[in-house]
């Protein structure tokens, strides 16, 4: 069974640091490419980052340009989220997601996506 679990989130304050990670299993990680998506309490799901199936390509959100970085270790089978300079704004359920058919003009599309990991809370207080 194809499983995805992130881990890494927390409790932060304004400007602080946070990696997370997201852990593959039951896939050949390195076919698929891999994204980060958050989502806030009464907002809608959002894209944050996106990486190709070698890392060679990646993809940002707006908001979270300059700030975050996505990288992926395919001998681990794991997908990392740096970032930086955190906001208040940044707070919210950060998920990662695997897509077999990546592709630089449907990455932030999450239901491009074949499957999603359940989530870590990230808070970043004010």
């Known amino acids: 069974q194809v499983q995805l679990v992130e881990s890494g989130g927390g409790l932060v304050e304004v400007g602080d640091s946070l990696r997370l990670s997201c852990a593959a299993s039951?896939?050949?990680?390195?076919?698929?490419?891999m994204g980060w998506f958050r989502q806030a309490p009464g907002k809608e799901r959002e894209f944050v980052a996106a990486i190709n199936y070698n890392g060679g390509s990646t993809k940002y959100g707006d908001s979270v340009k300059g700030r975050f970085t996505i990288s992926r270790d395919n001998a681990k089978n794991t997908v990392y989220l740096q970032m930086n300079s955190l906001r208040p704004e940044d707070t919210a359920v950060y998920s990662c997601?695997?897509?077999?058919?990546?592709?630089?003009?449907?990455?932030?599309?999450?239901?491009?996506?074949?499957?999603w990991g359940q989530g870590t809370q990230v808070t970043v207080s004010s």
């Open positions: 997601a695997a897509d077999a058919n990546w592709s630089p003009i449907s990455e932030s599309r999450a239901y491009q996506y074949d499957y």
């Open positions: 039951g896939l050949t990680f390195s076919s698929y490419g």
